[in-house]
């Protein structure tokens, strides 16, 4: 069963400085919480291939997704994984002096993950890890 995440915050930094946060990819393993290495494996015209290894629950997991640039747009799409599949986009947009942060992912959980899996523990991991990008900003 695929499940659905959605996220929006502002922030007052511009929207240069906030993409270049989002788009860092080696710099992730110092600022979200249970990532323990974050780099690049290879990079592209406008896309990149990351590989993000994490720590949750006492649990390792290795996630490698490409991601594509274009303009302050950036999509990920699960290359290998503890998903069977995942998608995820960040948009941003600047409005008034301010930068409009949205963050959607489709994703889904192996069959017996996803049985054993509450939705409540699925949005607080998500709003912990989009969370950690809103506060890098400040």
């Known amino acids: ?11 007052s930094k511009p929207i240069d400085e906030v993409f270049n946060i989002i788009s860092n990819y080696s710099n992730y393993k110092n600022f979200i919480p249970g990532c323990t290495n974050s780099e690049i494996i290879s990079t592209e015209k406008n896309s990149q291939i990351g590989k993000l290894q994490f720590e949750i629950l006492g649990k390792k997991y290795t996630i490698e997704s490409r991601n594509i640039q274009d303009e302050y747009n950036l999509k990920m ?41 509450p939705d409540s523990l699925i949005e607080k991991l998500s709003e912990t890890i989009i969370d950690s990008f809103i506060s890098k900003l400040t």
């Open 77 to 117: 799409e699960q290359i290998s994984g503890p998903f069977d599949a995942f998608n995820g986009s960040w948009n941003l947009e600047e409005n008034l002096g301010e930068t409009a942060i949205h963050f959607k992912a489709d994703f889904t959980l192996p069959f017996l993950v996803n049985a054993v899996t």
């Open 1 to 11: 069963m695929a499940r659905k995440i959605s996220y929006s915050r502002t922030s």
